[in-house]
């Protein structure tokens, strides 16, 4: 694989990981969390997902997510 292949999946890679562990982050303590939209169907399931537990279960997931985005910016080193 060209090097300047490497590199732009690795520039995606990271960005996709910071872009999706921010949304996981903030998202669970957001509004659209709480709304009567997703999961106002289920009255069981919308009461666990609002439990603190689950939003700071998820909001750890985000942070992992970054954590691997920077490792892997940091790690990267050209294949050749």
């Known amino acids: ?3 300047w292949l490497q590199r732009v999946f690795v ?7 910071i872009e999706l562990g ?3 982050i903030v998202l669970p303590w957001t509004r659209f969390w709480f709304g009567d ?3 106002s169907q289920w009255t069981g399931f919308q009461s666990l ?3 603190g537990f ?3 279960a ?3 997931l985000g942070l992992l997510d970054i954590w691997l985005g920077v490792v892997e ?3 990267y080193r050209d294949r050749v």
């Not at 520039?11 to 990981?17: A, G, K, P």
Request: with cysteine; charged share 5%; aromatic share 10%.
């Open 54 to 56: 689950v939003r700071g």
């Open 1 to 3: 694989m060209p090097v």
């Open 11 to 17: 520039v995606v890679y990271v960005l996709f990981c």
């Open 49 to 51: 997902v609002q439990s």
């Open 73 to 75: 910016a940091v790690r």
């Open 58 to 60: 998820v909001s750890g």
């Open 37 to 39: 939209g997703w999961t």
């Open 22 to 24: 921010l949304v996981l």
